[in-house]
């Protein structure tokens, strides 16, 4: 699974990717996996899975491609 | 081609507008919320294409630091101190004396925000907080008026055209308010100008669509990262069936049981500011502690399990673990307002 740590959510891994590769394993919750990549739940305000809107509910499946963001309220 | 025309023959030409394109620009009505760097350059697209009324809506004043991205102002509006939507009118007819430019000097709330709309065809945000932007999605979903989310931080940006009852509206796509202090702000994360020039170029493209009726809207969310180089698109789909706001029609920040709210603390030269609602829920302060410290005043930010304090800007900052703060410093609570979102972030 890809999973991208969009804007500054980068920071919550380790080596400050922004592209991490998830082993594909069993489903997990978009939640879950935020949550096993450090992600505060707080700091996720869209998700998309496979490029579609998703909610942190949703599954997560091997071979998906993941991209949480953080709020950007800036301008 | 009619001579009230000529000076926009380049896009009259463009079949996508043409002559009846731009005669409905022309008797088009734009509110613009927010007159910083995305505000600005709505506004100055907005403005040379000849949309026929414009209106400016800011709460704030023109500093040095501003100018970095922000187009539409200068060093001598610096100086003078002026507000932005004053600074902002002024350029704006110096580039187009053909268009009316109204400014309005106030900070957007519950009580105006929808007189300030009313008769506007289209809104565009120009804010830089999630509290005014709820806001602008209560009030334009509950008229049913079409508006465009920008956000900027950093290199990246985001936008999407809400159209009540065709496309999500802001709180279908990112839920309840975020939380204080959750989200890096121009003033704590940077911004380069760059993104904010392409967000609200795209935003500007979308006003253009909707009041001309021609062209493809947005109905994904576009994200752009400059510095990845990344351009995506996301589908957003249909409106959430159990949407509290454009489903259910419960307008909670328009209604003033959330969003920011601000009291003047008398004779102590501060104003509390508080946010309320579902989106309170309490701030992490070590996290917000580590974002200001680049900005505090000798880097210094003191914390305990209860709040933290933090000289920043000229001003002393006392936030709290349910996500209040004391401002003290100034006795203006748009000004404090203005602070709280640029350093705590809403």
Request: hydrophobic share 45%.
């Given at each position: 699974m890809q999973v991208h740590l969009g804007g500054h959510l980068s920071f919550y891994d380790a080596e400050r990717r922004s592209w991490v590769e998830w082993p594909d394993a069993a489903p997990l919750t978009l939640r879950g996996l935020a949550e096993r990549l450090g992600?505060?739940?707080?700091?996720?305000?869209f998700v998309a899975v496979n490029r579609r809107l998703a909610a942190l509910d949703d599954l997560a499946r091997p071979g998906d491609r993941v991209e949480f963001f953080p709020p950007m309220g800036g301008g | 081609m009619d001579e009230a025309l000529t000076r926009y023959a380049r896009q009259v030409i463009f079949p996508g507008i043409g002559e009846a394109g731009q005669r409905r620009l022309l008797a088009a009505r734009v509110a613009i919320i927010g007159l910083g760097a995305t505000g600005s350059v709505l506004a100055n697209h907005l403005a040379r294409a000849g949309v026929g009324r414009l209106r400016l809506i800011d709460r704030d004043y023109v500093e040095l630091n501003n100018l970095q991205r922000q187009l539409l102002y200068d060093e001598e509006d610096a100086a003078e101190l002026l507000p932005k939507a004053v600074a902002a009118a002024a350029r704006l007819r110096r580039i187009n004396s053909s268009i009316a430019v109204e400014e309005v000097v106030a900070d957007v709330g519950p009580a105006n925000i929808q007189a300030l709309i009313a008769d506007a065809d289209v809104v565009l945000d120009g804010t830089d907080n999630f509290a005014a932007r709820y806001l602008i999605n209560d009030a334009c979903v509950k008229l049913g008026k079409p508006w465009v989310y920008c956000g900027v931080v950093a290199s990246y940006g985001m936008t999407h055209t809400v159209r009540p009852g065709v496309t999500p509206c802001l709180r279908c796509i990112?839920?309840?308010?975020?939380?204080?202090?959750?989200t890096p702000t121009c003033d704590t994360a940077g911004v380069i100008g760059p993104i904010v020039a392409l967000i609200g170029s795209i935003a500007a493209g979308e006003a253009l669509k909707l009041i001309t009726g021609r062209g493809k809207l947005n109905d994904g969310m576009i994200h752009v990262d400059l510095w990845d180089n990344a351009f995506e698109q996301f589908e957003l789909g249909a409106p959430r069936p159990d949407c509290p706001t454009c489903a259910a029609r419960q307008f909670e920040f328009l209604e003033a049981r959330a969003g920011t709210r601000t009291t003047s603390l008398c004779g102590r030269a501060a104003v509390q500011v508080s946010v309320g609602g579902a989106?309170?829920?309490?701030?992490d302060l070590a996290a917000l502690a580590e974002r200001l410290r680049p900005v505090a005043a000798s880097g210094r930010v003191r914390a305990n399990p209860y709040l933290l304090h933090a000289s920043i800007d000229g001003h002393e900052f006392t936030v709290f673990a349910d996500g209040r703060a004391i401002i003290q410093g100034t006795a203006d609570e748009a000004a404090a307002a203005t602070l709280y979102a640029k350093y705590v972030g809403v």
């Open positions: 992600l505060p739940a707080g700091e996720i305000a | 990112m839920g309840e308010l975020p939380a204080p202090g959750s989106g309170a829920q309490g701030i």
